[in-house]
């Protein structure tokens, strides 16, 4: 079984552009989210989204990320304009079931890196 | 807000020693438990987790997690570490909620196995 694909797996930018990442999930699975892992830090959630809606954004700084998942299977996170602080490895993951099940695995991709300069 | 805290940053043993990584939360109600594993230049794996029944729980490579519910704690344990243990671990919890499946993790333990 194929896992969650991201890409690219590095990306150096200047502070003040933009960035895209693309995530592709696991087959079947409903439910995919980003994460933001800081350098010595654990993941933090950014924003989970239920087939093409989201569930939670609570987290991500809507003034600067959007993120979208367009028919329910891939994903895209940008950013716009980036920040020094933005440096971080993003990590996407899927799982299986539905909203509301709480004994539900998260399988995570292999994360892109990326460095603001 | 439920947090999640993984005392050691660093740990250095030698192979054969023994492991364990701790692990607490602070959220009072129902939780769901996992140790996740990052392998040198690899992505996050799971290692295990607990829902519900025994508390002790069995992941792969030898690894296993007692949760303790009045200690709020989840430590990871390994009777004899080998070098391929080298890697970054980290405990995460969740809670069923409204907004889903929200997983909150801790800082992360590295270990270091001397061979």
């Known amino acids: 079984e194929a896992g969650v694909a991201q890409s690219p797996r590095y990306k150096i930018i200047e502070k003040r552009q933009s960035v895209a990442f693309w995530c592709n999930p696991i087959?079947?699975?409903?439910?995919l989210y980003w994460y933001q892992q800081i350098l010595g830090q654990g993941p933090k959630l950014l924003i989970q989204f239920q087939n093409n809606g989201v569930v939670d954004d609570s987290q991500l700084p809507k003034d600067r990320f959007s993120a979208e998942r367009l028919k329910g299977v891939d994903s895209t996170l940008k950013i716009q304009p980036a920040k020094l602080e933005d440096s971080a490895v993003y990590l996407c993951?899927?799982?299986?079931?539905?909203?509301?099940?709480?004994?539900?695995?998260?399988?995570f991709g292999p994360g892109t890196r990326l460095t603001v300069l | 807000a439920q947090s999640v805290s993984q005392h050691n940053h660093h740990v250095i043993l030698s192979e054969a020693a023994s492991l364990e990584l701790g692990c607490n939360y602070s959220?009072?109600?129902?939780?769901?438990l996992f140790w996740y594993v990052q392998y040198p230049g690899q992505h996050l794996q799971l290692l295990l987790k607990y829902f519900s029944g025994d508390p002790l729980v069995k992941g792969i490579k030898g690894f296993e997690a007692e949760f303790i519910k009045s200690k709020f704690s989840f430590n990871l344990r390994k009777p004899s570490v080998q070098w391929s243990d080298t890697a970054e671990y980290f405990c995460?919890?969740?809670?069923?909620?409204?907004?889903?499946?929200?997983?909150?993790f801790g800082g992360g333990t590295r270990l270091m196995v001397k061979p």
């Open positions: 959220y009072g109600g129902t939780v769901n």
């Open positions: 087959s079947g699975h409903a439910t």
């Open positions: 993951a899927s799982s299986l079931m539905t909203r509301g099940t709480s004994t539900d695995t998260q399988y």
């Open positions: 995460a919890v969740n809670t069923p909620n409204n907004a889903g499946n929200m997983l909150t």
